[in-house]
């Protein structure tokens, strides 16, 4: 109030005097404040960015696939009567939960088909739950835009401790199957491996519910792998009853450099040129192969996870390397002599 007064005045006032202590005090906490700020306003510009961008993210992404199919829609709405499929109905046999795939309306299509059988594995994970619903939802999208693809059913294969179907299993096909013991060492048991889940689940799929998967070929998918366009199973560049199509894995590929991997693998295969860096997944295979090679896939990740260096050299990429053609084609032929 004192600087405010006139000249005339506030040169016959003393100047304000403050304490040192209350000058620090002031300074610290203003420093305090803007190192706040500093990091409170970015951060809260990212987050508003963010939900902006999620308002879009369904738009992106029908995006990638929208002018195939409305290529394939108009081509099939000519002799397509459209109607909606009855809703999943809930059963339940040996001790699993399950959805049975309602078949699609019939269609006329210009192509000869051949279909898969989308098939998720899931655990009951957060991140695999929403995952699995986006993986359903981006499904039902592209079965409804292009009806004369080579999409058939479609199963999320869960594992769960007691066996029991969790809320989604009422949204989406579901078959559920008892995982593996937690921590044990007996072939029933983990190892301390949950990924182990993945070959065990597959096993169980096929051998205890073998009809819920009506098509003779398998798309054998995980959690975050959603479809942006329908997977062609033609005669050129599709699969055949002994020949699966995979995708090569960066991951695999780069874990193939590293000199303690090398020496896993050269005590299964040489030379190591041919030893293909390709995983289960994303893996058009079918039925009948998988159903052989299924077994095979468990038996040589539980040895691979119960050999201390190899565990220690392929670390969470064990049971990818596992299913590595080399390693399964010699444990099944081993198992069958």
């Not at 007064?5 to 002031?26: G, H, I, K």
């Not at 695999?128 to 294969?157: M, N, V």
């Not at 995982?179 to 190892?191: A, I, M, T, V, Y």
């Not at 995980?222 to 942006?228: F, H, N, Q, S, V």
Request: proline residues 9%; glycine residues 4%.
């Amino acid at each position: 109030l004192r600087w405010a007064l006139p000249a005339t005045r506030s040169a016959m006032l003393p100047p304000p005097r403050f304490r040192s202590s209350t000058v620090s005090v002031v300074k610290r906490r203003r420093s305090r404040l803007s190192r706040i700020l500093a990091v409170a306003v970015p951060t809260c510009v990212i987050i508003a960015l963010q939900i902006h961008a999620a308002g879009h993210f369904e738009e992106s992404i029908e995006l990638e696939a929208s002018a195939h199919g409305r290529r394939m829609a108009a081509e099939a709405s000519r002799h397509v009567n459209h109607t909606s499929p009855p809703a999943p109905r809930a059963s339940a046999a040996n001790g699993s939960a399950h959805h049975a795939v309602q078949p699609l309306p019939p269609t006329q299509c210009s192509r000869h088909r051949r279909p898969y059988h989308v098939l998720v594995p899931c655990s009951l994970s957060v991140e695999h739950q929403w995952q699995a619903r986006l993986s359903y939802h981006r499904y039902l999208r592209l079965k409804e835009s292009d009806p004369c693809s080579d999409l058939g059913g479609f199963t999320r294969l869960l594992t769960s401790p007691d066996g029991k179907p969790d809320l989604l299993a009422a949204e989406m096909p579901t078959v559920v199957t008892r995982q593996l013991k937690r921590s044990g060492r007996c072939d029933d048991c983990d190892h301390g491996f949950p990924l182990l889940n993945r070959p065990w689940a597959v096993r169980r799929l096929l051998a205890f519910h073998r009809k819920e998967v009506k098509e003779e070929y398998i798309l054998l998918l995980e959690a975050d792998m959603p479809l942006l366009a329908p997977v062609d199973n033609g005669a050129e560049g599709g699969a055949a009853p002994l020949s699966p199509v995979g995708v090569e894995s960066r991951a695999l590929k780069a874990s193939k450099e590293r000199n303690e991997t090398k020496a896993v693998l050269r005590r299964w295969h040489s030379p190591l040129r041919e030893v293909a860096p390709v995983g289960p997944s994303a893996l058009l295979v079918h039925k009948r192969q998988l159903e052989a090679l299924a077994g095979p896939w468990l038996n040589v990740s539980l040895s691979l996870r119960r050999d201390e260096a190899a565990s220690s050299a392929l670390g969470p990429l064990l049971e990818r390397w596992a299913w590595s053609p080399f390693f399964v084609s010699r444990a099944h032929f081993s198992s069958s002599r």
